[in-house]
């Protein structure tokens, strides 16, 4: 009597339901209640075929991107994963074909490694047929304690502006990605060049920070949609500007060498976004405790800037003090 | 400073953002709580268009549709509203002509109606553009007494088999509005005609009955895709079979008008879905209680059935005492 559907996510997606009130995904809904004194941060995110990924882009990567980003929501809000749900929409005639038999078990066993190792169960979701491209929506739950979520909103003048990990990597591994030339033209070594494509295509959400966050940032948010127009988004909801150092921004290898290949990337890395880093902004006083915090954690923090007064647009100012300018400041569909 | 994306969620999206915790959708996540006592129910359905919803329907209705088919869930599980989260997939180019500004106004109009009648305020979500059809993701939560949702495993011999509402009238809409000229062929009056399409564009949540199915039923869900297919998979959970009569089915005035001209369409009716009523077991010594409920909340309820020991498929029985036969039992997209 089972549906093909049922079939589907019998094979699939029941495997990553481990948690009691998913009932296995054999229910209309599931049930799930925060630890006592906590409460729920709630996220969605959807990624589609050939604007958020590469129809070529491995199935397995695609899965853990679209959970991904939104762990990395969740992150920078200081919260832990608790569960997910997700819908995900097949291109039509996608699970007659032993290919995408094959694609599907990729695509599954990329969700149930990363839903393992961030403790973040499928709850529930959803599988229709579209005529269009692939896409997954992700909604992701995580929890912390009652009335600590960290805002945008709280950034203070004199506080530092700080991120995590590197900049600009997922931008230049898209550029890779579509014209692999540039490889060359960027003397990158093999390394570099997969380097950047993999954070590309499989972001590292900065969860080990997500409680040094809660406990010491004065406002943060993760930089996806590239870190100038992320920034600006921050600063317009604190009510304050900024001014950060473009020699400041922490770069990997790869970006480095690009970068030194061809000094018009700053803009790329400045605004391309795919980043998945926490941009957050911290108090002086609450620096040194902040670094030593992500030193435990084993991720790297840079401080890249300063909150001013006012309400200008934050700046980025260059090796010789000018702003630099761009011809836009985030990645937007619209 | 705004990009195209923020100014859409700011105009069509931050009006249905009501909650606090929502931060007037100008952060990464929001936060919620349930109340104290209290757990939450999580569901997620995708519409596309084309498969879900005709390109023709109406706006409003399309994001009414989409919320609903997740309150459904939520009522035939017990639980009481309490946000939304959403995922919109645009076609691209979508929202620069005017005829689409037109379509998007609309579809938030829709959905601010809703998100208000039914107390679901929107808690976030992600807006993107696709190359395919139109598409939209919700993800719905409510809240209920921590334990007591409704499964729908617990159906046991002896109990009695409910339905809200009326049957087939949602697929039976979807034939007159592929083949216009059966509005004749059926001998359907206007009326009886726009109710048919009505009931497929906008499904009717029973959410006035969600505390008496709480209180009273040993297994419920939704009937959506299909009743005969949505009961079969109600007795599978429960480990039980069951007997219905196809003449206790409640029926519409046009749907009774449909099946008196063209017999053959109890199969659509018993397997096509998009009922969105509450299909529900009650034990013999709660039914009169749990009509008093449904007669204080205004909402039909119809005995249609018999849960019955072991393990075999559900039986539709007809006027002669003899099984129906269907090529298939409930709608699938694989």
Known sequence: MQSGEDKLIARYFKPLATADGALGLRDDAAFYSPPEGHELVLTADAIVSGVHFLPADPANCVAKKALRVNLSDLAAKGAAPAGCLMTLALPAGSNDSSSNETWLDAFASGLKADCEHFSCPVFGGDTVKTDGPLSVSIFAFGVLPRGTMVQRSGANPGDRVFVTGTIGDGALGLKLLREPAR????????????????????????????????????????????????????????????????????????????????????????????????????????????????????????????????????????????????????????
Chains 1, 2 share one sequence.
């Open 183 to 334: 490889k060359a033209a960027w003397s990158l070594s093999d390394g570099d060049a997969k380097h950047l494509i993999d954070r590309y295509r499989v972001p590292q959400p900065r969860l080990a920070m997500a409680a040094a966050v809660r406990a010491l940032a004065s406002a943060a948010m993760d930089v996806s949609d590239g870190l100038v127009g992320d920034l600006a988004k921050l600063c317009d909801v604190s009510g304050v500007s900024a001014r950060i150092e473009a020699k400041a921004i922490p770069l990997s290898s790869g970006a480095r060498h690009a970068l030194s290949s061809e000094p018009a990337l700053i803009e790329t890395i400045a605004t391309g976004g795919d980043d998945y880093e926490i941009l957050c902004t911290v108090a002086p006083d609450r620096i040194e405790r902040f670094r030593e915090l992500a030193t435990a954690a084993d991720i790297g923090v840079t401080d890249i800037g300063e909150i001013l007064e006012g309400h200008d647009p934050p700046r980025i100012v260059g090796a010789d003090g000018a702003a630099l300018t761009f011809a836009r400041t985030s990645f937007s569909h619209f």
